[in-house]
């Protein structure tokens, strides 16, 4: 490396980069550091991909995006929204000149930040580096992107040992990895602390004399015979059991809407409601008796409260709360899945194995730890040769 390169400040310039819910949770906590320290200066653009649902995260957490690129449009294609988060993402890194692209998981947005930057190179930062199922047709189309975000990453973020083995099998740095734990930790520790006020919000009209299943189902794959059987699943739970009450927060796609609505509405023990804030869901999920999932956020999130997650996938990027004990996947298979859940609902040794695991996907500290790392790793000033002239500093020594 070129000494005359590094800036003889440690002033670090760092472009957030977010466009759906999960990576405002997840990258909110880590917004909130970078912001804590004089030296560095935190942009945020945000792409548009999950409009309704980023604004109320980013207020939350106090964040105000710098740059806001909109860029959904009606029944737009994947190829079209790709096309246009690399061509506009790359015309913000140019404009302002990073010494660091941060972003986070397989999204649309995370993956054309990644191109973006690599295109411009700008070192990137990938924040939940390494989930794998290692079949890119599921989930789709996220392991394709984080496939792809994580062979153009500068430095590797990984939530866990797993998925820190998951890079090094696919030949990245050791020193170029460390492993954080899971920044959605960070962000339901402090969202959990927040007061729940049963008088009103979107969660006033749920009984309080009935156990609580939520159902969460809005992956791509499940669209036709998976969803549809998820849904009859669903009721022949709350037919079996009249203690039971299953909420259902519906996503705002259309394939979702109009099957759950079709197989679900009228059921006076299904309440299916608009996608709830964070904060509500987060109470949600500690007054929850069991979930049903095909979130990866919620099988990060309910181990920190004790709460069983059944996955409504046939294979997960987060393993490990599958090994711990905490999770089971049940896959589409509505037999599967009413099994599986009756189980629960009635055998409480069963249930009670599967409650009393820690979280395994942190502590709650891993925003910290990937400051600490950026702030530390030795800053360029702009050159031709860009991420090229990035090496590992040999005093920064892995994060615990």
């Not at 957490?61 to 029944?75: E, G, K, Q, S």
């Not at 820690?358 to 030795?378: K, M, T």
Request: charged share 20%; proline share 6%.
């Amino acid at each position: 490396m070129n000494t005359q390169q590094v800036r003889s400040s440690r002033l670090t310039a760092v472009l957030v980069v977010l466009g759906t819910r999960p990576e405002a949770i997840k990258l909110a906590p880590v917004i909130t550091e970078l912001r804590r320290h004089p030296d560095v200066t935190t942009r945020v653009c945000v792409t548009g991909q999950h409009r309704e649902m980023v604004q109320p995260i980013l207020e939350l957490f106090d964040v105000r995006p710098d740059i806001d690129l909109a860029l959904m449009t009606p029944d737009q294609r994947l190829s079209s929204l790709t096309a246009a988060a690399l061509t506009r993402l790359e015309e913000v890194v140019a404009s302002t000149a990073p010494n660091w692209v941060v972003l986070q998981g397989d999204t649309t947005s995370a993956m054309s930040a990644a191109l973006a930057a690599f295109y411009r190179q700008v070192p990137v930062a990938h924040v939940e580096a390494g989930l794998r199922t290692h079949d890119l047709a599921r989930p789709f189309p996220e392991e394709g992107n984080r496939r792809i975000a994580g062979a153009l990453a500068t430095v590797h973020f990984a939530p866990t040992e797993l998925a820190r083995h998951n890079l090094l099998r696919e030949g990245a740095d050791d020193s170029a990895i460390y492993v954080t734990g899971n920044t959605v930790v960070d962000a339901l520790l402090t969202v959990g602390s927040l007061p729940e006020d049963r008088s009103g919000g979107p969660l006033a009209c749920l009984p309080t004399n009935r156990r609580i299943v939520l159902v969460t189902a809005h992956r791509r794959e499940s669209f036709g015979p998976g969803l549809r059987d998820i849904c009859h699943a669903v009721r022949e739970i709350v037919n079996v059991l009249p203690d039971v009450q299953c909420v259902y927060p519906v996503h705002l796609n259309p394939n979702v809407q109009e099957r759950a609505r079709a197989i679900l509405a009228g059921h006076e023990r299904i309440s299916l409601i608009p996608p709830l804030d964070y904060v509500s869901l987060v109470h949600l999920i500690r007054r929850a008796t069991l979930i049903l999932t095909d979130s990866g956020g919620l099988q990060e999130e309910a181990p920190t409260f004790g709460k069983p997650v059944l996955v409504l996938r046939e294979l997960t990027e987060r393993p490990e709360a599958v090994q711990a004990g905490c999770a089971r996947i049940v896959g589409t298979d509505r037999r599967v899945i009413v099994s599986a859940a009756l189980e629960l609902l009635t055998d409480r040794s069963a249930y009670d194995r599967m409650t009393q695991i820690a979280n395994p996907f942190g502590d709650g500290h891993a925003s910290e730890r990937i400051v600490r790392v950026l702030r530390g790793w030795p800053v360029v000033s702009a050159s031709p040769r860009g991420a090229d002239s990035m090496v590992h500093e040999a005093s920064l020594s892995a994060v615990s």
